[in-house]
Nanobody, 126 residues
Framework: QVQLVESGGGSVQAGGSLRLSCAVFGYTYPSRCMAWFRQVPGKGREGVAVIYTGDGTTYYVDSVKGRFTISQDNNKDTVYLQMNSLKLEETDMYYC???????????????????WGQGTQVTVSS
């Protein structure tokens, strides 16, 4: 059974940094899309960044480009989200998600992610 466990959330001042981690258990497919979403109040979950574990291809939404970095460890069983220059409006619950995919071209289908972690809270204050 697939299990995703996030950690690393917390409180930080605007302009600061946090690093989120997502540990993956029980996933038998070595190549998959791993993504970070955030829960936007009143709007549902928004995809922020994704990585294809097969070849390391990454994709970011425009609002976080240049500030956030998604990466994976050598064993491909932990995915990270380094968040720099955090903004007040980025206070959200952040979720890790996974999806089997034969290639990185599938990773942009945010609505297709079916495996989720429990989330970790990020609070940005002034």
């Amino acid at each position: 059974q697939v299990q995703l466990v996030e950690s690393g959330g917390g409180s930080v001042q605007a302009g600061g940094s946090l690093r989120l981690s997502c540990a993956v258990f029980g996933y038998t497919y070595p190549s998959r899309c791993m993504a970070w979403f955030r829960q936007v109040p009143g709007k549902g979950r928004e995809g922020v960044a994704v990585i294809y574990t097969g070849d390391g291809t990454t994709y970011y939404v425009d609002s976080v480009k240049g500030r956030f970095t998604i990466s994976q460890d050598n064993n491909k069983d932990t995915v990270y989200l380094q968040m720099n220059s955090l903004k007040l409006e980025e206070t959200d619950m952040y979720y890790c998600a996974a999806m089997y995919a034969p290639s990185s071209r599938n990773c942009g289908r945010w609505e297709a992610f079916g495996k989720w972690g429990q989330g970790t809270q990020v609070t940005v204050s002034s």
